[in-house]
């Protein structure tokens, strides 16, 4: 493979840690943002998935592509379709981050985007990370910075936290080799632990309690509503949390070991990594 890495989303969580794996594996890297955000090296370039206009330049020279859904959107299929035919028609390969566990409903949007790449003919890989370990800080902090407190719907479930510099590695190798293409890898970190567990572990790097209060879906709702989230993303939010309370998220699977060869960061590592941002 020897074209340029377009990496779509290159200013996010994923993105950033992804275009850093790639420049220092010595792969030219197309960093991609509304803004043309510069990443040290790489090449900034403007992409807007609305502004069809933006494409050309974007895909030029590149024979791989990186795609994911921004956070912030929920509508999954509008996103994902014309970047997904704008690599497909130029036979570029694509590395699709969807989610853990939307494999289970073949109707989902997430699952639906992965059967249209899968049938396209072009070569793709899949990553399926689990919830970030780094949602700890990008999401909760307010709560345990404020209260000492993570408030979210998860009952007793456990999850597999992932860290996102595991997610980025994964995507990497899968970006670099052919040997992983056709394929769908589910993305944990080590181990399942529950939200007590979790609170524990932040708990001895805060240098102070963290505790995990369990709220219903309302509580939750109202919390993030109450601190500006539009009411339609935070009852999406909350619904994420049905597989967590199922244990349909306990799952360790060995996807980033497969390949990258390395086993995946534990919620130890991310937490003592992360520990000045959870002292007050
Ligand atoms: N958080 C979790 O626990 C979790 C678990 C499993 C799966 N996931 C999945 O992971 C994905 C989110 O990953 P992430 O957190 O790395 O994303 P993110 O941080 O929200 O990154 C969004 C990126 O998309 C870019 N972007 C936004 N709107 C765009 C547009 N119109 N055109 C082009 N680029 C645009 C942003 O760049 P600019 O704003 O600079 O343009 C930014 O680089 C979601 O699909 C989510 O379902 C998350």
Known sequence: MSGKILVIGATGNVGRPLV???????EQVKAASRAATVISGAEAIRFDQADPS???DAFNGVDRVYVLVPSDRLDVADYLTPILQAAIERNVKVALQTA??????????????????????TPFVIVRPTW?????????LPGIKAQGV?????ADGKSSFIDVRDIAASAASALRSNQFDGKAYNLTGPASLSYHEAAGILSTVAGKEVRYQPVDDQTFIGILTGVGMPADFASH????????REGW???VADGVETLTGKPPRSLETYATDHAAKFKN
């Open 20 to 26: 850093r794996e790639l420049v220092a594996a010595g």
């Open 54 to 56: 933006t494409y050309q």
């Open 100 to 121: 853990l566990g939307v494999d289970a409903d073949e109707r989902t949007p997430y699952r639906q985007a992965e059967l249209f790449l899968e049938r396209s003919g």
């Open 132 to 140: 970030f370990s780094d949602n700890f800080h990008l999401s909760w």
């Open 150 to 154: 993570i408030a979210v719907p998860a």
């Open 237 to 244: 939010l909350a619904s994420l949390f049905y597989p967590v």
């Open 249 to 251: 998220t306990a799952v």
